[in-house]
């Protein structure tokens, strides 16, 4: 079945670094896009990174350009995508979701939002201390 597993959050100080791993099997997931999303407490899920089905096209929320880096590798049977977080600030805790998405463009900036992710994982928490 459809799975999607994230990995890789912890507790960091701030400045510091974290890698968080989706792996996404059961599925064709080379044909999806994929997006990261995070939840802080009390607040709305919200985008944080996209990328296209082929690695080639990628976009961040405002926050995070220049700190966060998302990539993907397309292996047969499980697609694996990567959020390279740097400089994390207190502002970045939130449980970090892994989603997918089965859209090929990336006009009218679905990607923001959460309703077009149709499959997601069960999140992986992100604490970053000050």
């Known amino acids: 079945q459809v799975q999607l597993v994230e990995s890789g959050g912890g507790l960091v100080q701030a400045g510091g670094s974290l890698r968080l791993s989706c792996a996404a099997s059961g599925g064709t997931f080379s044909n999806y896009a994929m997006g990261w999303l995070r939840q802080a407490p009390g607040k709305a899920r919200e985008f944080v990174a996209a990328?296209?089905?082929?690695?080639?096209?990628?976009?961040?929320r405002e926050s995070v350009k220049g700190r966060f880096t998302i990539s993907r590798d397309n292996a047969k049977n499980t697609v694996t995508v990567y959020l390279q977080m740097n400089s994390l600030k207190p502002e970045d805790t939130a449980d970090y979701y892994c989603?997918?998405?089965?859209?090929?463009?990336?006009?009218?900036?679905?990607?923001?939002?959460?309703?077009?992710?149709?499959?997601w994982g069960q999140g992986t928490q992100v604490t970053v201390s000050s």
């Open positions: 990328i296209s089905r082929s690695g080639g096209v990628t976009y961040y």
């Open positions: 989603a997918a998405a089965q859209r090929s463009t990336f006009s009218s900036r679905w990607y923001e939002k959460p309703i077009e992710y149709a499959y």
